[in-house]
C-alpha cells in the first residue's frame, strides 16, 4: 500500500538480468499462524549482462526477513540493504550459493497474491508479481530455474502436500508432522511455481500419449466436490489428444495434477504440472452447471493445458509479452472449442466479447496495444486487448499463411524456443521463417492500440459487369499514440446474386475465371484500396469480413433490404448471424434517435418468424440470431449514450417482436421440449438453449402460459440449465410474487453449492427487476455473500455494473457512488479486485454529459482514497487524466 505515485515500467528500458539461478531449493514450514521459507539460490553472473559488478537485487514484498548466507557465511545487517520491495546485496561473487529464510503469514493474506489460505486450504497464485510474497527472488519471467520444494505440515489438517514435477521422496516427521519433497525437471519462471497443502480428496485417470507413455491424472477437490470432477478429466484428456493431433505437442511430466480452489482471483493458472482452478472454472454435475458452464470449463480446462508448451515449455521474456504466451493460447483453446462443438457459435461469442467490451477498452483511457511500452502494474494487464485481440492477432496470422504454413510455423517456435524465455517478435519470425512470408508491416498490430475502422464502398457498372469495392482504413487516435500507419488485415469476402447464390469472385487480372473462388480473403495494406470484380451481370450484395476475418469495425451503408437478405440468405453462418445484429440494431438506434413514438420496424417481425420456423438451419445459430444485441454493445456503438433510453428502446423492440411472436414462440418451446435424457451433444444444448430463448421471449410479455411453462418447467427440470433459463426468465418478468417464491426455494434448495449459489446471485444483480440498488444492498448483507471470496464479489457487484446497465446507470448517480463505495473498500484487502471491478467508471467520458460528470466525481472519490494501492492508482489516474 502506497499513496505515493508507483513506478512506470518501460519495454524500452529492458535489460538482461544480472544474476541467473540455476537451481532453487525450497523448504516449506507450514503452520497455523505462518510458514517459515527456507530458500537456496544457486547463483551466477548472467555473461550476457555487461553489468560486471551489479549488487545482487532480489524482489520481495511483505515478507519478514530471518536470516541471510552466502556461500555458508551468515550476512551480518550492514552486508545487505532491505527496503520495501528489494534485497539488495551490495558485493557478491560470480557464483554462490544464497540461503535466505522469511516468515510469511499466509492466513492474513487477503490479496490472494503468493501463498495464501483459502477454506483451510494452503494455495499459490504466482503470476504474475506473487513468487515475492513468499521469498526473495529475481522475480522476472527470463530468470528461468530448476525446483526442487519440500512441504512439512500437519499430517491431519494437511495430508495432501503438492507442487510442481514429480514427488521423489516422502516420510513422517515428529509431532504429527510429514513432509513431502517434489522436484521439476524442467527449468521455469518463478511465476509458474505453485504449492497446495490442504485435507483434499483425489480423483483419478489415466492418459496414454501418443508415444505410449501413461500420464497419472489427478483432480484434487474438497470432499463435498467429489462427484463433480468428471467433466473436468474427460476435457482434459480431449484437449491432450486435441494438442497431438493438432499442433503435435505431447505432454512431458508423468503426472498432471489440477486443484480446485474457492477463492482465487483469476480464472485458472498453468504452474507447471499443477494447474490451479478457481472452483466455478472446474467443477460441474448435471445439477448444478449450465451448459454454459460446461463448454466454459472444457474451454478452459484445454486453456490451461495448453500452455504447457505455449507458456511453460516457451515462455515470456517479460510481461511486456504477455500476449505471446496469453493471444496463442487463447487462440489454441478457440481452435479447440470450435473443434468439439459448432465452430459459428463459438466464433459468435467469442466476437460478441470482442466486440462489446474489447473495442471499449481499446476506445477507452486504458486503451493499450498487444504488446504494451509501459506499465505500472502488471496486474491490470491482464485484459481483453492482451488475451482476445491478441487471439484475434493470431488468428490473422493463421488466415494469412493458410493451416499447413501456420502449422510448420509454430512447429519451428516451439522448436527454436524450447526452454527460453522470448518475445513476440520471436513468434512472429518464427511464422515469417516457416513460411516466406513478410510480416513486417503486420507487426504493427502488436504495436498500434486501437480499433482500426473500415468504411467500404462500392458501385456497380452495369454495362461492362464490373463491381468495384473501394475499402479504406483508419486506426483512431489512443492515450499517448496518434498518426498511426495503415495496417496489414485480413480482408475474407463474398457477393451473393438476386437468388441467394454465392457468385465467382473473379478479379480484374485474374487468368481463369471460370475456376475463381467464391470467397476470398484480400489483403488490405494501404489506406485505401480498390477492388475490381469482373463478370458480374448483376449488382451483387457484399458479404464483407466473413467470419469476422480482423477485430475491426466495419462502416458500410447497408439498406435494410440488404440486412434482410444476407440475414436469410449468406452462406457463411457468422455473417448470417451479423446481418441480424445489424438490423435490429439499426432498428434500435433509428428509435432512440427519433423524437415522436414510430412504429418498430415491421420486416423484422417477418425475419424472426422465418427464423423461428427454419428447421434446416443449425439451431444453436438460430437460438444465437434469436438474441437481440445487448445493451452493452448498444451502449458501445453510440456516441454519449443515454443509458435509460437505449435500455427503454430496447425492452419496447424486444417486447414488440415477442407480442407478435407470441404462438411461434410457444410452438417453438414445445417442438424443443420432450423428454429426452440429459446429454452435452451440441444437438440437445441447441434445444435446451432455444427453449429457453423462447420462455425468457414469453416472460418478457408476462404471457400468462409462458409464466406456466416457467414454472412447471423449474420444478420438473434434472438440469441445471433448464432451471437456469426458467429461474431467470421469472425474475425478469413482472410476476412479483413468483419471483420471490422461485428464488426462496431454489436457495433452499442450493444453499450448500457455493457455485450455484453464485449464479443465484447473478441472476438477481442483472436483473431490473430484481437488481436495483435496495435489493443489491441486501445481496450483500446476505449470509452467503462473502467479502473475502472473488467470485461472489464478482457475482454482485461487477454482475450489477457490467450486465445491469440501467439500474447502475440510475441519473440520480447511486449506481456509481455503490461503485466507487465497494472498491474503495476492497482495495485495502484485495487491490487486483479492485482495480478491475472499477471499470464501468473509467469509461465516464464516453456517455452523455449528464452521466459523466456524476461518474467521474464517483471516480475523483476513488482516487482521493487514503492510502491507494498501486493497481487502482494506475487506473483510475488514467482515466481521470486521459
Ligand atoms: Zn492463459
Redesign the pocket.
Known sequence: MRTNQPTTIHLSEYKVPAYLVDAVDLCFELFDDGARVHSTLSVRHNPESTEESAPLALDGDSLKLESVALNGKELAAGDYEETDEQLVIAKVPVQFELKVVTWIEPQNNTRLEGLYKSSGMFCTQCEAEGFRCITYFPDRPDVMARYRTRIEADKNTCPVLLSNGNDVEKGDLDNGRHFVTWEDPFPKPSYLFALVAGDLVEKQDTFTTCSGRDIDLRIYVEARNAAKTRHALDSLKRAMRWDEETYGREYDLDIFMIVAVDDFNMGAM?NKGLNIFNSSCVLASQETATDLAFQRIESIVA??YF?NWS?NRVTCRDWFQLSL??GF??FRDATFSADMGSSTVKRIEDVTLLRTAQFAEDAGPMAHPVRPASYMEISNFYTLTI?EKGEEVVRMIHTLLGPELFRKGSDLYFERHDGQAVTTDDFVRAMEDASGRDLSQFRLWYEQAGTPELTVSDNYDDEQGVYRLTVQQSVPDTPGQTDKKPQHIPFALGLLGADGETLPLTLENDQNAASAPVERVLELTEASHTFEFHGLSQKPVPSLLRSFSAPVRVVYPWSREQLLFLMSHDSDGFNRWDAGQRLAIDVIQSLVASTETVEVEPRLVEAYRSLLGDATLDQALVAKMMQLPSEAYLVELANSPDVAAIHRTRERVATYLATALRDELIECYHRNTGTDVYEITPESVARRSLRNTALAWLLMINDETGRDLALAQLSAADNMTDRMGALRALVNSDYASERTQVLTDFYERFQEDPQVVEQWFSVQASSDRAGQLPQIHALLEHPAFDWKNPNKIRSVVAVFAGQNLAAFHNPDGSGYEFLADQVCRLDDSNPQIAARLVTPLTRWKKFAPAYSALMRSALERVRDKSELSADLYEVVHKSLES
Open positions: 498453468e486453456h490451461e500452455h507458456g504466451k496469453e493460447t487463447v488475451y
